[in-house]
């Protein structure tokens, strides 16, 4: 069965960064795509962003745009979330997805489009 297991997380001060870590373990199996979601309280679960293998096509959501970046290694089935200037607004748990099937990009943004999830890491910045 295949597992995701976040690092990385943590507290940070406005304008700090992090690196968020994601392996993906369980076997032999075919990656598509690996994304990150996030989830503030009292908030739905919303795209972060995605990093398809194939071509390494990245894709963000427009609030972290220029702030973010999505890197990883499809061999080792690791994807990482580089996070710059971070805000306040970007507290939220950060889950890793992996999208082993869809081979479609245009679900990529969405939950939908994943079929594995991670638990989840802490991220929280402050003012």
């Known amino acids: 069965q295949v597992q995701l297991a976040e690092s990385g997380g943590g507290l940070v001060q406005a304008g700090g960064s992090l690196t968020l870590s994601c392996a993906a373990s369980?076997?032999?199996?075919?990656?598509?795509?690996m994304g990150w979601f996030r989830q503030a309280p009292g908030k739905e679960r919303e795209f972060v962003a995605a990093?398809?293998?194939?071509?390494?096509?990245?894709f963000y959501a427009d609030s972290v745009k220029g702030r973010f970046t999505i890197s990883g290694d499809n061999a080792k089935k690791t994807v990482y979330l580089q996070m710059n200037s971070l805000k306040p607004e970007d507290t939220a748990v950060y889950y890793c997805?992996?999208?082993?099937?869809?081979?479609?990009?245009?679900?990529?943004?969405?939950?939908?489009?994943?079929?594995?999830w991670g638990v989840g890491t802490q991220v929280t910045v402050s003012s």
């Open positions: 369980g076997g032999t199996f075919y990656s598509y795509a």
């Open positions: 990093i398809r293998w194939n071509g390494g096509n990245t």
């Open positions: 997805a992996l999208d082993r099937w869809s081979y479609n990009t245009l679900v990529l943004t969405t939950i939908n489009g994943y079929d594995a």
